[in-house]
Protein backbone atom coordinates (compact mmCIF):
# COMPACT_ATOMS: atom_id res chain seq x y z
CA UNK A 1 0.00 0.00 0.00
CA UNK A 2 1.12 3.75 -1.07
CA UNK A 3 1.68 5.81 1.64
CA UNK A 4 2.70 8.84 2.74
CA UNK A 5 3.52 10.03 6.58
CA UNK A 6 4.36 13.61 7.92
CA UNK A 7 5.55 14.33 10.95
CA UNK A 8 7.48 16.61 13.12
CA UNK A 9 4.77 19.94 12.99
CA UNK A 10 4.26 21.45 16.28
CA UNK A 11 4.08 25.17 18.04
CA UNK A 12 7.33 26.87 17.88
CA UNK A 13 8.10 30.92 18.43
CA UNK A 14 8.66 33.27 15.55
CA UNK A 15 11.91 33.03 14.61
CA UNK A 16 12.27 29.10 15.20
CA UNK A 17 12.71 26.00 13.90
CA UNK A 18 11.19 22.92 13.10
CA UNK A 19 12.12 19.87 10.49
CA UNK A 20 9.28 17.89 9.21
CA UNK A 21 9.58 14.63 7.83
CA UNK A 22 8.26 12.73 4.72
CA UNK A 23 8.19 9.03 5.23
CA UNK A 24 7.22 6.49 2.41
CA UNK A 25 5.99 3.13 2.65
CA UNK A 26 4.88 1.04 -0.78
CA UNK A 27 7.78 2.69 -3.16
CA UNK A 28 11.03 3.92 -3.19
CA UNK A 29 10.93 7.59 -2.74
CA UNK A 30 14.13 8.06 -4.98
CA UNK A 31 12.30 7.52 -7.74
CA UNK A 32 10.16 10.50 -7.73
CA UNK A 33 10.12 14.30 -7.00
CA UNK A 34 8.77 14.98 -3.83
CA UNK A 35 7.43 18.40 -2.98
CA UNK A 36 6.08 20.38 0.26
CA UNK A 37 3.03 22.01 0.21
CA UNK A 38 1.17 24.33 2.45
CA UNK A 39 -2.31 25.20 3.30
CA UNK A 40 -3.34 27.68 5.78
CA UNK A 41 -7.12 28.22 6.39
CA UNK A 42 -8.77 30.45 3.73
CA UNK A 43 -5.91 30.18 1.67
CA UNK A 44 -4.92 28.65 -1.42
CA UNK A 45 -2.15 25.54 -1.14
CA UNK A 46 0.87 26.54 -1.66
CA UNK A 47 4.00 24.55 -3.10
CA UNK A 48 6.95 25.47 -0.80
CA UNK A 49 9.41 23.47 -2.14
CA UNK A 50 10.72 20.26 -4.23
CA UNK A 51 13.74 17.93 -4.65
CA UNK A 52 13.72 16.18 -8.58
CA UNK A 53 13.95 12.25 -8.08
CA UNK A 54 18.06 12.53 -9.20
CA UNK A 55 18.73 15.17 -6.68
CA UNK A 56 20.04 17.03 -9.26
CA UNK A 57 17.27 19.87 -8.46
CA UNK A 58 15.39 21.74 -6.01
CA UNK A 59 13.01 24.19 -5.78
CA UNK A 60 11.78 26.92 -3.55
CA UNK A 61 9.41 29.18 -3.51
CA UNK A 62 9.73 33.41 -2.77
CA UNK A 63 8.06 33.12 0.36
CA UNK A 64 10.67 30.54 2.00
CA UNK A 65 13.61 30.81 -0.36
CA UNK A 66 16.95 31.11 1.90
CA UNK A 67 14.58 29.76 5.21
CA UNK A 68 13.26 26.33 4.12
CA UNK A 69 16.06 23.72 3.24
CA UNK A 70 14.58 20.30 1.39
CA UNK A 71 16.36 17.04 1.42
CA UNK A 72 15.90 13.17 1.39
CA UNK A 73 17.41 10.50 3.20
CA UNK A 74 17.15 6.91 0.21
CA UNK A 75 18.30 5.02 3.32
CA UNK A 76 15.42 5.90 5.39
CA UNK A 77 13.11 6.64 2.50
CA UNK A 78 12.49 10.13 4.15
CA UNK A 79 12.60 13.42 2.77
CA UNK A 80 12.58 16.55 5.18
CA UNK A 81 12.21 19.80 5.06
CA UNK A 82 14.55 22.32 7.53
CA UNK A 83 12.80 25.59 8.03
CA UNK A 84 14.86 28.61 10.11
CA UNK A 85 13.74 31.62 10.64
CA UNK A 86 9.78 30.26 11.10
CA UNK A 87 7.27 33.15 11.09
CA UNK A 88 3.45 33.69 11.99
CA UNK A 89 2.56 33.37 8.15
CA UNK A 90 4.45 30.44 8.03
CA UNK A 91 1.47 28.49 10.11
CA UNK A 92 -0.25 25.90 7.83
CA UNK A 93 -1.01 22.57 7.45
CA UNK A 94 2.30 21.53 5.73
CA UNK A 95 2.03 18.20 2.82
CA UNK A 96 4.41 16.32 1.50
CA UNK A 97 3.33 14.65 -2.07
CA UNK A 98 5.20 12.71 -4.64
CA UNK A 99 5.54 13.02 -8.41
CA UNK A 100 6.96 10.86 -11.17
CA UNK A 101 7.92 14.03 -13.27
CA UNK A 102 11.38 15.00 -13.36
CA UNK A 103 10.57 17.90 -11.85
CA UNK A 104 6.98 18.98 -10.56
CA UNK A 105 5.97 23.24 -9.51
CA UNK A 106 2.27 22.59 -9.71
CA UNK A 107 -0.09 20.31 -7.28
CA UNK A 108 -1.55 18.65 -10.19
CA UNK A 109 1.46 16.90 -11.23
CA UNK A 110 1.84 15.08 -7.45
CA UNK A 111 0.31 11.52 -7.30
CA UNK A 112 0.50 10.51 -3.93
CA UNK A 113 0.09 12.49 -0.95
CA UNK A 114 0.17 12.77 3.05
CA UNK A 115 -2.25 13.33 5.30
CA UNK A 116 -0.34 16.63 6.57
CA UNK A 117 0.76 18.02 9.75
CA UNK A 118 0.26 21.25 11.47
CA UNK A 119 2.68 24.10 11.69
CA UNK A 120 1.89 26.83 14.34
CA UNK A 121 4.41 29.66 14.68
CA UNK A 122 3.24 32.15 17.36
CA UNK A 123 4.16 33.32 20.54
Known amino acids: QVQLVESGGGLVQPGGSLRLSCAAS????????IGWFRQAPGKEREETSC????????YYANSVKGRFTISRDNAKNTVYLHMDSLKPEDTAVYYC????????????????WGQGTQVTVSS
Open 97 to 112: AASPNTIATMAVEYKY
Open 26 to 33: GFTLDDYT
Open 51 to 58: ISSSDVST
